[in-house]
C-alpha cells in the first residue's frame, strides 16, 4: 500500500528528472534520447529506468547513464540503486530483427535448393545404381531334404540387360551353383516382339541348371487374347460353374513356349515337374492363373494333385503375382513359395516401407499385401522378389535384386 | 561409357573406398577449422577487455544464413557417407537352440567350441556359398569377430554362465570393402549352420549306390541286405534309445518301423530269400564260390582246432586244480535286482570255466559254420541252372533292395522329425544391419559439431589482430 | 590472517586440477590398458567318480596338467595355424589350472584323517585360464582356450577311456614287396584286430553314431565284416586255386622258416610247462602242510564287498590262479604252435603242388605248377591284384571313417567324462576402468590437498608479507605486486579506484597519541569495510593513513555514493569525537584511455578532492 503511494508519488518527478536532463546535455543528445526511457520506482531504495529506443540499450547507457543518474539522485536523492533495462518492442521490427528475417529467408530458400538438389543426386545415384543388381540370400529349412539346395529366382527382367547379352547376370547365376533356377514371370514386355530375349536367356539358364518359366502378366496379355480372370475365361470358354475344364487354358496353341521348351527351360502353367536334385525329389509347381478369382476355379485340381501327392518330395511353388497367398487361406501352399511382380513397391520408404504398388496402392503393406521381402504362407516361407527391371527412374532405394535361397534341413 | 564408369563408381567404388575417406576428409576439415579458430580466439584474446569479449559474444550472429546452409550442405553431404561407411559394419546373433546347448555341448554331445563360427571351413564355405570375389579367406577372417553376448564368470558358482548366444561382427576392411556387408554376414551364418548341421546334427543313410547285384553272388547278396537292414535296426534301435514315446506325424515310433524292418528282414531276407537260393543252389559263377565257401571252411576249421585246443586246456586246467585250493569264502553280495544274498569269493576254477564255456561256443560256431557253408557247397553243386529261378531271385531281389530303401527313406524321416522336434530349429541367426537411429544420431552430432565449428569461426575474426 | 575456507583455495583451480587429473588419468589409463592382460578362464569338472580319488577312468593317477601338455599345445598350435608365430612353450606358460576345493568334501576329510581313518579326495573341478596380451586381444584368449579344451577333451577319451586303437597297419601295402598270400593274412589280421576294437566299443555304446560320418561302430564292424567275408575270401581261393605267388622259392622259405620258428616255440614251450607243473606241485604240497588251506564253510566276510576297492588296490590274483593260468597259457601257445605249423604245411603244400597239368615239372621249378601250365594263370593273378588294390582302397575308405568315427567318439566321451561348467568367459587381469577411477579420485584428493595446503600458505606468506596487521587490509608490497601484475594487461570496464587519505594523521598522532591515531584507522577501515560490503573490492593499506579501494563490476557513481556515504557516517561518528579529522577521496573508473592500473591510480589521484570531519563545528567542507 504504502509502496503504490510512494509510486504514484514519485510519478511526479518523471517530468523533472526529465527537465533536468534536458537542461544538462546537449539538445542534439536531448533529442534523441528523451523519448526511449521512463522511469518508475520500484521501492525506496530502487529505480527502474526502461529504455525503449530503437537503438541498443548499450548505446543508451554509455551515453546516458551517468548524466540520467545524476538527474535522479538530484531529484530523488542519493543512495537509490538504479537499474535501466530494455523493453520488449512493440509494433515496428528493428533494424536487427528485420536482419535476422531476411537471413531466414534467406536460409529457408537455400535449404529449399539444398533439398532439390539432393533429391536430384538421390534419383540420380538410384537410377545409376539400378544399373546393377544386388544378391539377396535367404535361407529357409525343410524336414525333407538331406543336404543343401539353392533355389534361384530370376523375376521382372522386363528385358533389362546387365552387361552384354546379359552375360553379369549369368555370370553370377553361373557362379552361384544354384540346383534349381526358376523365372517368376515377366522376363520380357511383348512376347511378340522380345521372344528372342527370353529364349536366349533360357537357353543359358538351363545350361547352368534345370530351369523353369512361369508367366507374368506381361507375357499372358500377349499370349491369350483375354484377360485370365474367371469372368472373361467363362465367357472365353462358355464354361459356368458346372462345367469349367481347367485343361481348356492349356490347349491353346503357344508358340512361345514351345521356343522356350527347345531352348531347355520348362515352362509350367498349372503344373508340376519332378525332377531329382541330388539325393531328393523336388516338385516344382507353376502357377499360371495367379488371378484369385481363377486361381481354385481353373487350377484347383492340378494344384491339389501336386499339394497332396507324394508329401515327402520337397514342393516349391512359383507364381507371378502374390495375391493368391494374400487372400486364400490354405493349410499347405508348398515348402517354399515365391513370387514376383511387385518390383518391390518401386520406392522404399525407410521406416515406412514400400511406397506404391498398382494393385495396393499408397504403402500397400499396411493393408496386408505381400510386396517385398519375406512372408509367411500357411507357416511357409513365401519370398516376394522385387525384379530385376532397371529401366524406371522411379525405382528408388530399392536396387534390382537376384534372390537365392539355401533350403537346408533345419 | 560414361554411364558405365559413374554406375561403377556409385555402386562400388564409392562406397568401397571414397565414402571412408571423404568422411575421415569432411571431418578432418571442420577440426581443422575448429582448432583456428580455437587458436585464434586464444591469440587474441588479450587484445579485448572483458566488456568487448562478452559483447562479441553477445553479438556474433548465431544464426547466419551462410553458416546455417554450409551446414545443412555438409550434414547431408556426411548423412551421405556415413550411410556408406555404416552399411560396412553389420552384426548377427547365432543363438543355440538345442537342449544340449546349455550344457556347452554340441548337439551330438561333443564339447560346443564358439570359434568354429569364424573357422577357416566356414569362411570358405561362405565365400564359396557367395561367389565372392576377389577375397581370401584371412581378408575375411580377419573382419569378423565372434564373442559370447553374455559371459559368466569363476569367482563363485552364482556366477558361471553357459553362453548360448553368441554376436558375430563383421568390419569390412580395404580388401573386402567391395562386399556387400549384409550379404558377407549372412553366408558367414549361413554357412555356419550348413558347416553345424553337417558336423554336429543326426546323420544317418546307408549306401547312396545302388551295388551291381548282377556282378555278385547271391548270397553275398543276402549278407549285403543283412547288413544294410541291421544298419537301419541300428540306427532306429540308437533313435528309440533317446526317445521310445516319439510319435513321427504319421503316427510311428521308432520301434514301430524297427518292429516292421526286423520282421521283414526275418520274413523277406532270410526265409524268403535266403531260401530260395539254397533250396535252388543258385550261384552266379558255381565254381569259384564253391572255392571260396571250401576255402573259408579250411580257414575256420583251422580256427575251431585252435578253439577246441584253448577248450580242453581249460578244461585240463580245471582237472588239475588243487582240491584244497577251491576253498572259498562266503560275502554277503547283491543281485542284478538289487537283493542281497550269499555269493562266494571267485578261485581261479571260476575263470577257467566262463573261458572254457566261451571256447566251447566259438567251436560251436565255427563248425556251424562249416556246417552251413557245406550245405551251400552241396546245394550249389548239385543245381542244374533253371533260368526261371535266376529270374525270380533277381526280383526277389530287387524287390528286397526297394523295401530297404523304403525302410531307409521311412526311419530317416523319423529321425528328422524328431531331430526338428528336439533341435529347435538347431542354430538361429538374426542379422542386425544398421539401424536409422544410429544413423540420424552420428547426423546430429556432425550437425551439432559443424555448426559449433563454424559459428565459432566466426566469432573468432571478430577478434581485433591488435589491441 | 584470512579465515581456513577450503573452497575459496579450490575455487579458482579447481579448473586447472580437474583437467590435470582428466589428462594424467587418461595417462594412467592408457598405461594400464597397454600393460593389461586378458583372462580367459573356463571352469570344467571331471564328472567320473574316481575322479575325486585323483583318479582317471582307467585307474591311473590323474594329472590335470596335461591340459597344458604341449602334445596338447602343439595340436591347438597346428590347429589353429599359429606354427612360426607362437612357440609352444610361450603358450604353455600362460596357461593356469586352479583347483576349486569342495568346502564340505575338505571338512569330511579332515576329520576323518584327525580321526586316523583313510580319506581320499581330491577337487574335481577347476578352472582353466589362458591369459593373452593387450595386443592380441581378449578374442584370441578365449579361442586359445577354447581350442585347448577341445584337444584335451579329446585326448582324455583317447588316454583313459577309449584306449583301444583302431589304425589303419595295411595302408599302401601293395607298394611294399609283400606275397599276394602274405599281403592277404596282413589284411585279415589287420580286419581281425579293428573288429575286436570295434567290438570293444560296440560294447561299451552299442547305439553311438556319429554325427559326422553318419554310422555306428556296429555298422562299421558289420561292413569291416562283410568285406572280410566276401572279398577276402574270395582273394584267398582265388590265390590258393590258381598257386598265385610273385616268388614261389620266396614264398616255400617263408613258410619253412615259420614252421621251424614254431617247432623252437614249441620245445620252449614244453620245458616251461614242465617247470610250472613242477612249481604247482611243490606249491599245494607246502599249502597243504601249513593247513592254511583249511578254511571254514562258516567263515563269513563282515562287510560288503567295496566294488571301487578293486581300482586302486590292483589285480589280486592269488599265485595259485596265476600259476595255473600260466600252465594252460603257456600249453595253448604250444598246441596253436603246432595249428599253425599245420596251416603253413597247408600253404607249402597248395603252392609246392605239381599234380597239376604240369606233369611234375614245377617240382625242380622255381615257378608253380599253375605258372608253367594254368592257362588262366595271368588272368587270375591280374584280378587277384586289382582285387587287392580294390580292396585296400575300399579298406582305406572305411578305416577313415573308423577313424573319424572314433575320433567324434573320443570328443563325445571327453564331453560325457568332463563337463564345462562356466564357458570360457574373459576378464581383464586388471580392472582397467577401476583403477582408472581409483586414479582419478586419488588425483583429485591429491591435487585438492596439495591446492589447499599451497593455498594456506599463500594466506600466510600473504599475512606476513602482504598484510598490514593493524587493519588487515593488504599492505603496500601487495599494491605493488598488483601494479606489476596489470601492467601488461588492460583493466576491463567498471574497474573504479577509489582513494583516501588521511592528511593530518602525523597531527592526531601527535596531539591525540598514537594511540588514538591507530584507532582512527581502525575506525576508517571499519567503515570502508561496511560501505563496500559485499562488492567486489580489495582494501589497501599503503600506510600512513593511506587507503586504496580496487573495484571491479562497478561503477564512479556507485563508488561515488558510497563514498558520500561513508562521510556522512564519519561525520556521525560517535568515537572520538573531538578529533578533527582531515582526509582527501579520490576516485577513477576505466574509461577511455584509463585502461591501465597505473593511469587509472594516477587519475584517481589526480582527482582527489579534500574533506574534514570536525563534529565540534558540525560542518563538512
Given at each position: ?410 | ?467 | ?388 588294390e580294390t580292396l585296400l582302397k575300399e579298406l582305406t575308405t572305411l578305416y577313415d571313417t573308423t577313424m573319424k568315427t572314433n575320433n567324434e567318439y573320443n570328443k563325445y566321451l571327453g564331453a560325457s567324462y568332463i563337463s564345462v561348467l562356466s564357458s570360457a568367459s574373459v576378464r581383464e587381469s586388471v580392472n582397467v576402468m577401476l583403477y582408472t577411477a581409483i586414479a582419478f579420485f586419488f588425483l583429485m584428493v591429491l591435487c585438492c590437498g596439495g591446492a589447499i595446503v ?168
Amino acid at each position: 500500500m504504502e509502496n503504490t503511494k510512494y509510486m504514484e508519488k514519485t510519478e511526479k518527478y518523471q517530468d523533472s528528472i526529465k527537465e533536468l536532463f534536458k537542461e544538462i546535455v546537449p539538445e542534439e543528445m536531448y533529442d534523441t534520447w528523451a523519448d526511449t526511457f521512463e522511469i518508475e520506482c520500484v521501492d525506496e531504495k530502487h529505480v527502474v529506468v526502461t529504455y525503449h529506443g530503437i537503438e541498443s540499450i548499450k548505446k543508451f547507457k554509455k551515453q546516458c547513464k551517468r548524466t540520467l543518474i545524476s538527474c535522479i539522485y538530484s531529484v530523488l536523492g542519493t543512495g537509490k540503486k538504479i537499474k535501466i533495462t530494455k523493453m520488449r518492442s512493440h509494433g515496428k521490427f528493428s533494424a536487427k530483427t528485420k536482419k535476422n528475417i531476411r537471413a531466414a529467408r534467406f536460409f529457408v530458400i537455400g535449404m529449399i535448393f539444398v533439398c532439390i538438389a539432393t533429391a536430384v543426386i538421390v534419383v540420380l545415384c538410384s537410377y545409376i545404381g539400378n544399373r546393377n543388381f544386388r544378391e539377396t540370400f535367404y535361407s529357409t529349412s525343410s524336414i525333407k531334404i538331406d543336404s543343401p539346395i539353392r533355389v534361384i529366382q530370376v523375376s521382372d527382367l522386363h528385358k533389362a540387360s546387365y552387361g552384354k547379352n546379359n552375360e553379369d547376370l549369368f555370370e553370377r547365376v553361373e557362379a552361384l551353383k544354384p540346383d534349381i533356377i526358376i523365372c517368376t514371370g515377366d522376363i520380357v514386355n511383348s512376347v511378340k516382339t522380345d521372344a528372342e530375349y527370353a529364349v536366349a536367356l533360357g537357353k543359358r539358364l538351363s545350361a547352368i541348371a534345370p530351369s523353369y518359366y512361369i508367366y507374368g502378366n506381361n507375357e499372358v496379355e500377349d499370349i491369350y487374347d483375354f484377360p485370365l480372370n474367371e469372368k472373361a475365361m467363362d465367357k472365353k470358354f462358355g464354361f459356368d460353374k458346372t462345367n469349367r475344364d481347367e485343361m481348356a487354358l492349356l490347349k491353346i496353341e503357344d508358340a512361345f513356349e514351345a521356343k522356350l521348351e527347345a531352348a531347355g527351360i520348362k515352362v509350367l502353367k498349372n503344373e508340376k515337374d519332378t525332377i531329382k536334385v541330388k539325393t531328393m525329389t523336388v516338385d516344382v509347381y507353376g502357377v499360371l492363373t495367379s488371378n484369385p478369382s481363377a486361381f481354385w476355379s481353373y487350377s484347383e485340381k492340378a494344384f491339389l494333385d501336386y499339394t497332396q501327392t507324394n508329401p515327402d518330395n520337397l514342393k516349391i511353388t512359383a507364381v507371378h503375382e502374390p495375391f493368391i497367398f494374400e487372400e486364400f487361406q490354405h493349410d499347405f501352399w508348398g515348402d517354399l513359395m515365391l513370387a514376383g511382380h511387385t518390383h518391390g513397391g518401386v520406392v522404399r520408404v525407410p521406416v515406412l516401407g514400400p511406397l506404391y504398388t498398382h494393385e495396393g496402392g499408397l504403402f500397400p503393406e499396411r493393408d496386408g499385401d505381400f510386396v517385398y521381402g519375406r512372408y509367411d504362407a500357411a507357416g511357409k516361407p513365401l519370398i516376394v522378389s522385387a525384379g530385376l527391371e532397371n529401366t524406371s527412374v522411379y525405382r528408388m532405394n530399392n536396387q534390382p535384386e537376384l534372390v537365392i535361397i539355401d533350403i537346408n534341413k533345419f | 561409357m560414361f554411364t558405365d564408369m559413374l554406375q561403377n563408381l556409385i555402386t562400388n567404388t564409392l562406397p568401397a573406398m571414397l565414402t571412408g575417406i571423404l568422411q575421415k576428409l569432411l571431418l578432418l576439415i571442420f577440426a581443422l577449422l575448429l582448432l583456428v579458430a580455437i587458436v585464434r580466439i586464444a591469440m587474441r584474446i588479450n587484445n579485448v577487455n572483458r566488456t568487448e569479449r562478452t559483447q562479441i559474444f553477445k553479438t556474433a550472429e548465431y544464426l547466419n544464413a551462410w553458416i546455417l546452409l554450409v551446414c545443412f550442405v555438409t550434414t547431408i553431404l556426411f548423412g551421405f557417407l556415413n550411410h556408406f561407411e555404416m552399411k560396412k559394419s553389420v552384426h548377427a546373433i547365432v543363438s543355440l537352440n538345442y537342449s544340449e546347448a546349455s550344457q556347452a555341448l554340441n548337439s551330438n554331445g561333443t564339447r560346443y567350441n564358439m570359434a568354429e563360427i569364424i573357422s577357416d571351413e566356414v569362411v570358405e564355405k561362405a565365400i564359396e556359398k557367395g561367389a565372392l570375389e576377389d577375397v581370401t579367406v584371412k581378408q575375411l577372417k580377419n573382419c569378423l569377430v565372434v564373442y559370447p553376448c553374455v559371459q559368466g564368470g569363476v569367482g563363485d558358482e552364482s556366477q558361471y554362465h553357459i553362453s548360448t548366444e553368441f554376436a558375430v561382427e563383421y568390419h569390412a576392411s580395404k580388401d573386402t570393402a567391395h562386399l556387400d556387408s549384409e550379404n558377407v554376414i549372412k553366408l558367414i551364418t549361413s554357412a555356419y549352420k550348413e558347416y553345424y548341421i553337417e558336423k554336429y546334427t543326426d546323420n544317418f543313410s546307408i549306401d547312396a549306390e545302388k551295388p551291381e547285384f548282377e556282378n555278385m553272388e547271391y548270397m553275398d547278396i543276402v549278407s549285403y541286405f543283412d547288413k544294410e537292414t541291421m544298419a537301419i535296426l541300428n540306427y532306429l534301435y540308437g533313435m528309440a534309445g533317446k526317445n521310445p514315446s516319439f510319435v513321427t506325424e504319421s503316427g510311428s515310433t521308432f520301434n514301430s518301423i524297427a518292429g516292421k524292418v526286423h520282421q521283414f528282414k526275418e520274413t523277406q531276407l532270410n526265409q524268403n530269400l535266403k531260401s530260395l537260393i539254397l533250396q535252388n543252389g543258385i550261384a552266379r559263377e558255381k565254381n569259384e564260390y564253391v572255392d571260396r565257401l571250401l576255402y573259408h571252411n579250411k580257414n575256420v576249421d583251422f580256427d575251431r582246432q585252435k578253439n577246441e585246443v584253448s577248450y580242453q586246456l581249460c578244461n585240463k586246467a580245471i582237472d588239475m586244480y588243487s582240491e584244497e585250493m577251491t576253498r572259498v569264502v562266503l560275502v554277503p553280495t547283491w543281485d542284478q535286482a538289487g537283493k542281497y544274498y550269499m555269493g562266494r569269493t571267485k578261485v581261479g576254477v571260476d575263470e577257467l570255466s566262463v573261458m572254457a564255456t566261451n571256447f566251447s561256443n566259438y567251436v560251436a560256431s565255427n563248425e556251424k559254420e562249416i556246417m552251413d557253408n557245406k550245405l551251400i557247397i552241396d546245394k550249389i553243386s548239385a543245381n542244374k541252372k533253371n533260368e526261371e529261378t535266376y529270374a525270380s531271385a533277381d526280383s526277389l531281389v530287387e524287390s528286397i533292395y526297394s523295401s530297404i530303401k523304403a525302410f531307409e527313406k521311412e526311419a530317416i524321416n523319423a529321425g528328422r522329425e524328431y531331430s526338428r522336434h528336439k533341435m529347435n530349429q538347431c542354430v538361429a541367426v538374426s542379422i542386425y544391419g544398421v539401424s536409422l537411429m544410429s544413423e540420424l544420431k552420428s547426423i546430429v552430432l556432425f550437425a551439432a559439431f559443424a555448426y559449433v565449428t563454424l559459428v565459432l569461426r566466426k566469432i573468432s575474426k571478430c577478434f581485433p589482430k591488435k589491441a | 590472517m584470512k579465515n581456513f575456507q577450503i573452497l575459496r583455495y579450490l575455487k579458482k583451480i579447481l579448473p586447472i586440477i580437474v583437467v590435470f587429473c582428466l589428462l594424467a588419468t587418461y595417462g594412467v589409463y592408457y598405461k594400464l590398458s597397454s600393460s593389461n592382460t586378458y583372462i580367459a578362464s573356463e571352469v570344467i569338472h571331471y564328472n567320473d567318480e574316481q575322479a575325486e580319488k585323483g583318479l582317471a577312468p582307467t585307474g591311473d593317477k590323474l594329472d590335470v596338467n596335461e591340459i597344458k601338455s604341449s602334445a596338447v599345445m602343439s595340436r591347438v598350435v597346428d590347429k589353429m595355424g599359429l606354427t612360426g608365430t607362437y612357440s609352444v612353450d610361450s603358450l604353455i606358460s600362460r596357461m593356469d589350472i586352479t583347483p576349486i576345493e569342495d568346502a564340505d568334501k575338505v571338512a569330511q576329510k579332515e576329520a576323518k584323517l584327525e580321526e586316523g581313518e583313510e580319506y581320499i579326495y581330491e577337487p574335481s573341478t577347476f578352472i582353466v585360464s589362458f591369459a593373452a596380451t593387450s595386443g592380441e586381444g581378449a578374442e584370441f584368449a578365449r579361442t586359445v582356450l577354447d581350442e585347448v579344451l577341445d584337444v584335451y577333451f579329446e585326448q582324455f577319451s583317447q588316454k583313459y577311456v577309449n584306449v583301444a586303437p583302431a589304425n589303419n597297419t595295411i595302408e599302401n601295402l601293395n607298394q611294399n614287396d609283400y606275397d599276394f598270400i602274405e599281403m592277404m593274412e596282413l589284411i585279415d589280421t589287420s580286419i581281425e584286430n579293428t573288429l575286436t576294437t570295434l567290438y570293444q566299443r560296440i560294447e561299451q555304446n552299442n547305439y553311438y553314431r556319429s554325427t559326422e560320418t553318419g554310422t555306428s561302430f556296429a555298422e562299421l564292424a558289420d561292413d569291416f565284416n562283410y568285406l572280410r567275408q566276401v572279398n577276402v575270401s574270395s582273394l584267398f581261393s582265388k590265390i590258393y586255386k590258381h598257386q598265385i605267388t610273385k616268388n614261389k622259392s620266396v614264398l616255400i622259405s617263408d613258410y619253412t622258416t615259420r614252421i621251424d620258428n614254431n617247432d623252437i616255440s614249441n620245445e620252449k614251450d614244453e620245458s616251461l610247462v614242465e617247470d610250472i607243473v613242477t612249481v604247482i606241485d611243490a606249491y599245494v604240497k607246502k599249502m597243504r602242510e601249513s593247513g592254511n588251506t583249511n578254511i571254514s564253510y562258516e567263515y563269513i566276510l563282515d562287510n560288503l564287498h567295496e566294488r571301487n576297492l578293486q581300482d586302486y588296490v590292483g589285480d589280486q590274483t592269488v599265485t595259485y590262479d596265476e600259476l595255473i593260468y600260466s600252465w594252460r597259457d603257456r600249453n595253448e601257445s604250444k598246441q596253436h604252435a603246432i595249428i599253425d605249423t599245420a596251416y603253413c604245411n597247408y600253404i607249402l603244400d597248395t603252392f609246392t603242388d605239381c599234380t597239376g597239368k604240369c606233369g611234375g615239372k614245377c617240382a625242380s621249378s622255381a615257378l608253380t605248377c599253375s605258372e608253367i601250365c594254368d592257362a588262366e594263370y595271368a588272368q587270375a593273378r591280374a584280378e587277384v591284384e586289382t582285387g587287392i588294390e580294390t580292396l585296400l582302397k575300399e579298406l582305406t575308405t572305411l578305416y577313415d571313417t573308423t577313424m573319424k568315427t572314433n575320433n567324434e567318439y573320443n570328443k563325445y566321451l571327453g564331453a560325457s567324462y568332463i563337463s564345462v561348467l562356466s564357458s570360457a568367459s574373459v576378464r581383464e587381469s586388471v580392472n582397467v576402468m577401476l583403477y582408472t577411477a581409483i586414479a582419478f579420485f586419488f588425483l583429485m584428493v591429491l591435487c585438492c590437498g596439495g591446492a589447499i595446503v599451497l593455498g594456506r600458505a599463500g594466506d600466510i606468506i600473504n599475512y606476513i608479507f602482504y598484510t598490514d596487521h593493524l587493519t588487515e587490509f593488504n599492505n603496500r608490497a601487495h599494491l605493488d605486486k598488483y601494479l606489476k601484475a596489470k601492467d601488461k594487461k588492460l583493466l576491463d570496464d567498471g574497474v573504479v579506484y577509489c582513494m583516501l587519505d588521511i592528511t593530518n594523521l602525523a597531527h592526531i598522532n601527535a596531539e591525540y597519541t598514537r594511540d588514538v591515531g591507530d584507532e582512527i584507522i581502525k575506525m576508517f577501515t571499519r567503515y570502508i569495510k561496511e560501505n563496500f560490503g559485499k562488492s567486489k573490492t580489495e582494501y589497501i593499506y599503503n600506510g600512513n593513513g593511506s587507503f586504496v579501494m580496487l573495484t571491479e563490476e562497478s561503477d564512479y557513481i556507485t563508488v561515488e555514493d558510497i563514498m558520500r556515504l561513508f562521510r556522512l557516517r564519519l561525520d556521525e561518528r560517535e568515537e572520538h569525537k573531538n578529533v578533527v579529522i582531515e582526509y582527501k577521496i579520490g576516485i577513477a573508473e576505466t574509461f577511455k584511455e584509463n585502461k591501465t592500473a597505473r593511469k587509472l591510480l594516477s587519475e584517481a589521484i589526480k582527482n582527489k578532492k579534500s574533506y574534514t570531519s570536525d563534529l565540534n563545528e558540525k560542518q563538512t567542507v
